[in-house]
């Protein structure tokens, strides 16, 4: 869908981290600019208490020099203070080293030549194979014993803060916020059990200024939403813990404690976050470290970080506290779920296959007398075959939703639907069979188009005004009639009743009535017949994003800014089904094939898909890194497609609710409004707000960019919009060269091969991706963002946006 309007109110979360005293704060000014690691300083910073005695210096920490000189063997005197004194026995003692004593010369001899990268590394796997936490930096003899004291003073004073442990977490959430993309997935699942344990620790130390219930619940309350969708349930559990008390008797809490978090993490962000922290000592970096020795297991791992890979989104089979599972995503999506065809009613089988059997006979006769070879495959096969009995397992009970009795409307629309469905063309991912697009420019909309519509017989086209008015199109050239007395017939009709603009519409599956929604909080039914408003549907609390029929016609649903998706029937004025789960807007919602799910995408970056009959979620899909903006199901309804605000598009298996591939190839930062796939579920087009429309190979498996294709140089659609002096202000191309305006078609095949002067007409634009081997094709508009993309029932892809090229 086009974007929501910049003066709408979101919902936003920024919390500010202050810099220690004495220190500078590690996270940039900016709060969008990216984190370049500085180059490390060699520095002392407290080791963390591990005994009730008082720190401990760990492997390798400060020495202190014996007053007093010595003779050793003749060979002069040994001072202490002297530089180069390492502590080393002389030449010719019998003594034997300590692993400790080893490690403690490497680190001085580091140390002295300011290999404090090296030094660093050296001391954390040293004390992760003893189980200690590391010990700080030295720097010279002569300083030992005054850093030591210094350090041990600084962790008393610093440690039993409470308010440190809450910077320390703010200033690691910050600083991986503004990390880079490739490293944000693994940080991001660091920040959860530093989350948890510094909430135990809140609960267990108070605050000598304030009660501990009042900042442990303050902390909990403010942070806990970053962790809601992956780890809701666990939050849930440990939202009732207030007192050092229940962290001995709440199970959870136990588990969290005597156990330590596993993690999966590659040794480039494991590098990156060492040096972070060990530069944000004054903001809690020491304490960091300790939590991450004494609570969480790190696995290192050889391979590169990868954002496109789904194992990097969530929580791993082998990660997390061993045996504990409880509401993790991977166990959400195990939910049994039916995703074949909706049964149809028996009788309206036998009367289709009794009108089809008609139909075949009097074609096989016209085909006799004109002594024409007939089709090879007939109607009833056709519908046979579309029909074809699935495993009970997977077929969903007809009883579980109920419909209005059929009618002989739906009798003829189904036999239409099985003419169109052997008169379409095949398409697939050779570039010999690649899908047509037809597009429509609407002009002079003056930047108040909002949305678009193509009805399932591509014969109407509908579009939301920010104005409050929808305004229908015929897109066969002929004027609208409507069946009211008096009515005069106009090539466009104006749907006034509204009162805000209009961010969604909806034709139903036989084209006689229309859904639109609006910023005035509800949905309204129009009559394709009459041209007027039947019912006004309320219920929302906040503006209404988008609305979809179901396939059946009778049921729809809407998307809203206050979280939340509803169910609703065209006859009743109330919602049926409240989807409450997301933590944002829901921007997008549509129907799985068979009208027994309903599935949403929203701007906390996930989708989801909902049980109708029970209103629960069935499914959780976390990968995307921007705003869900579109999603579409495959005609089979095995998969989903969904598109964000960065330009790239997911597919999902809703079988596993598991990643299937990312593909790429929109302008980065531009949002993808539509999907559409072909019938046959091969073939994916989308449609961009960077003047595009894509064409994606469904079944290809690889990801890897394609040699020489680039994103965003592909053949233009080339057609011309002729001037005119018709009154109707608000102009679309039309299939018949009316006058007005002339389409804009263009076939795959035109566009398979990138040219130098396509590519020299890109200079304005901005600089493209690199785009996956999954992208088949891509046409380029003429300054106009295309708004949605439509597959008919042929398989002829219909395209729609409004020209920008003025302001």
């Known amino acids: 869908m086009p974007p929501k309007p910049p003066s709408t109110p979101g919902f936003s979360q920024t919390p500010s981290s202050a810099a220690g005293s004495g220190g500078s704060s590690s996270t940039p000014a900016h709060p969008h600019a990216p984190m370049v690691p500085r180059a490390a300083i060699p520095q002392s910073y407290p080791s963390t208490p591990t005994t009730p005695g008082g720190p401990h210096t760990g492997a390798g920490g400060p020495s202190t020099a014996t007053a007093g000189a010595g003779s050793v063997g003749g060979s002069g005197a040994v001072t202490p203070g002297t530089p180069g004194n390492t ?15 080893l490690n403690r010369i490497v680190l001085e001899y580091l140390g002295k030549k300011g290999y404090s990268k090296t030094e660093q590394m050296l ?6 194979a003893m189980g200690r ?36 977490y703010v200033s690691l959430r910050d600083w991986i916020e503004t990390s880079l993309d490739l490293f944000k997935p693994e940080l991001r699942k660091l920040l959860f059990p530093i989350f948890v344990h510094t909430f135990f620790y809140l609960i267990q130390k108070p605050d000598r200024d304030s009660p501990a219930t009042s900042l442990a619940r303050k902390f909990f309350d403010t942070y806990s939403g970053d962790h809601s969708i992956l780890h809701g349930h666990d939050l849930q559990l440990l939202s009732g813990l207030t007192l050092p008390e229940h962290l001995q008797e709440n199970e959870t809490a136990k588990l969290y404690r005597e156990n330590k978090y596993r993690l999966n993490i590659s040794r480039t962000t494991f590098d990156l976050l060492l040096h972070f922290l060990d530069e944000n000592e004054r903001n809690g970096g020491p304490v960091t470290i300790r939590l991450i020795n004494q609570y969480i297991e790190t696995n290192i791992t050889t391979s590169r970080p990868d954002r496109n890979d ?54 096989q006769q016209e085909h006799d007398e004109l002594g024409v070879v007939p ?11 579309l029909h074809k009995p699935e495993p009970e397992s997977d077929t969903p009970v007809r009883d579980i939703l109920p419909l209005p009795p059929f009618k002989g409307a739906d009798v003829e629309a189904e036999v239409a639907a099985i003419k169109d469905a052997r008169s379409r063309l095949k398409i697939g991912p050779i570039q010999a069979s690649s899908p047509s697009v037809c597009m429509y420019t609407f002009h002079n909309t003056y930047d108040g188009l909002n949305c678009l519509e193509f009805s399932e017989d591509s014969t109407l086209v509908a579009g939301g005004f920010a104005d409050s008015y929808v305004k229908v199109w015929s897109l066969k050239g ?16 104006r749907l006034v009743g509204h009162a805000g603009p209009i961010y969604g519409a909806s034709f139903s599956p036989d084209n006689r009535y229309l859904l639109t929604c609006s910023e005035d909080k509800s949905a309204r039914l129009w009559s394709m017949d009459t041209h007027t408003a039947l019912v006004s549907y309320k219920g929302h609390n906040h503006p209404v994003w988008d609305v979809t029929f179901s396939p059946n016609g009778h049921y729809f649903a809407t998307a809203s800014h206050d979280q939340t998706a509803r169910l609703w029937s065209c006859d009743h004025i109330y919602p049926l089904r409240i989807f409450a789960g997301h933590v944002s807007d829901v921007d997008c919602v549509t129907f799985h094939p068979n009208s027994t799910y309903v599935l949403t995408g929203s701007s906390d970056k996930s989708c989801r898909m909902w049980d109708v009959a029970k209103g629960t979620p069935v499914r959780v899909m976390l990968s995307h890194h921007a705003p869900v903006s579109s999603i579409c199901v495959s005609p089979d309804g095995r998969t989903l497609a969904s598109g964000a605000d960065d330009g790239s598009i997911i597919l999902w298996d809703l ?51 394609a040699d020489g294709v680039v994103g965003g140089i592909a053949a233009a659609v080339t057609g011309t919009t002729a001037s005119s002096g018709a009154t109707d202000s608000d102009k679309i191309s039309t299939v018949i060269s009316n006058g007005v305006a002339t389409t804009s078609t263009g076939s795959a095949a035109d566009a398979s091969a990138p040219s130098q002067k396509q590519g020299a007409s890109m200079i304005g634009r901005p600089v493209p991706v690199v785009a996956t081997a999954d992208q088949m094709a891509a046409f380029m508009t003429k300054k106009t963002p295309v708004y949605k993309v439509k597959f008919t029932r042929r398989n002829l892809c219909l395209a729609g946006g409004a020209f920008m090229g003025t302001s």
């Open 123 to 128: 001391r954390m796997e040293s004390s992760n």
């Open 375 to 385: 089709e090879s495959r007939t109607l009833l096969q056709e519908f046979q075959d």
């Open 310 to 363: 789904a194992r990097n989104q969530t929580i791993g089979d082998d990660e997390g506290i061993p045996g504990h599972i409880t509401g993790r995503e991977t166990k959400f999506n195990q939910q049994a779920v039916k995703l074949g065809m909706f049964p149809m009613d028996e009788r309206m089988v036998k009367e289709v296959e009794l009108q089809l059997k008609e139909e075949d006979s009097r074609s």
């Open 133 to 168: 936490t590391p010990s700080p930096p030295s720097t010279s003899n002569d300083s030992r014993t005054s850093n030591g004291t210094a350090t041990n003073n600084l962790l008393k004073s610093t440690t039993d803060d409470p308010q440190l442990y809450i910077r320390a």
């Open 478 to 493: 002929e004027k609208l009639q409507s069946v009211v007395k008096g009515s005069t017939p106009s090539p466009s009709q």
């Open 87 to 101: 502590g080393v026995a002389p030449v010719g003692s019998q003594s034997t080293y300590t692993q400790a004593d």
């Open 655 to 705: 079988g596993t609710g598991k990643q299937i591939k990312t593909m790429r190839g929109h302008d980065r930062n531009t949002s993808v409004y539509s999907l559409s796939f072909s019938r046959e579920g091969t073939v994916l087009v989308s449609a961009g707000a960077d003047c595009s429309v894509r064409v994606w190979n469904v079944k290809g498996g690889s990801t890897l960019p």
